[in-house]
């Protein structure tokens, strides 16, 4: 699969997703920059985390007019697949092409530690593939996780199969004492109602070398690069 991975002023997660996505999976990775107006024929398009333009007015509000994202929405229009991870998901978000937003944490401070997420969609692709009852160690790194959405937005989510991950603990059971953020329903990442725009706030490119001790993550890549062989 041809990836292209997003570079915003204040990016700094983007390395790691290039590394991810290259050298630990062997897929193409093209290195796209927020004022370009071609995405080069990507297959999948990912905005990764940080603090784009410093998060200035909201987190991800001035992204999501950086020239790259007119292809991104075209992309996403047609069907191409696209990520967002963190920042990634907050600017999904602003632009309109996931639901919900993202507010700060409930304890107002930045949040840096090792999670656990159980997957919940059965059609989205980074999760079909994956155990529905295991625990994904998977890491995050945010002040403005808190997913919210009005109530008949969370349950059309769930009716149309779009959450795709929700905060647990080690053994995969869901409860709100283990709520990282205070995220509705314990909500970690969601889906568009076509499934191929998908955002999420854990980190799973964090989590794919032996050296950094966890290689939870990999599944869920492979989960999503398995489309390309449909």
């Given amino acids: 699969m041809k990836c292209g991975v997003v570079t915003f002023p204040g990016s700094n997660c983007n390395h790691d997703m290039i590394y ?23 297959d999948l398009i990912v905005l990764p985390g940080g603090f784009s333009y410093g998060d200035y007015l909201r987190s991800g509000a001035i992204a999501r007019f950086s020239p ?25 978000c602003e632009a309109g092409l996931l639901p919900g ?17 159980r997957a919940v969609s059965k059609s989205v692709g980074i999760t079909k593939d994956l ?12 002040g403005e996780g808190r997913y919210y959405a009005d109530d008949k937005t969370i349950l059309s989510l769930f009716e149309k199969d779009q959450v795709l991950f929700q905060y ?21 990442g969601v889906s568009n109602q076509n499934k ?35």
């Avoid at 991810?20 to 990507?42: P, S």
């Avoid at 292809?71 to 999904?92: D, P, R, S, T, Y």
């Avoid at 950094?212 to 999503?224: A, K, P, Q, R």
Wanted: glycine share 8%; net charge negative; hydrophobic share 40%.
């Fill in 196 to 230: 191929n725009v998908m955002g999420m706030m854990p980190h799973p490119e964090r989590a794919v070398d032996e050296l950094l001790g966890n290689i939870d993550g990999i599944e869920l890549f492979e989960s999503l690069l398995s489309l390309s062989k449909v």
């Fill in 20 to 42: 991810a996505l290259g050298t630990i999976l062997g897929q193409k990775v093209i290195d796209l920059w927020h004022k370009d107006h071609d995405t080069q024929n990507c």
């Fill in 168 to 188: 647990c603990n080690e053994n995969a059971e869901i409860s709100e004492d283990i709520n990282p953020n205070g995220s509705i329903k314990n909500i970690a």
């Fill in 68 to 92: 790259i994202m007119n292809e991104v929405l075209n992309h996403a229009k047609k069907g191409g697949l696209v990520l967002g991870i963190c920042n990634g998901f907050q600017i999904l």
């Fill in 131 to 142: 155990n529905k009852q295991k625990a994904y160690k998977i890491p995050i790194a945010h």
């Fill in 101 to 117: 937003a993202l507010l700060h944490n409930n304890t107002q401070k930045f949040i840096c530690k090792n999670t656990y997420l």
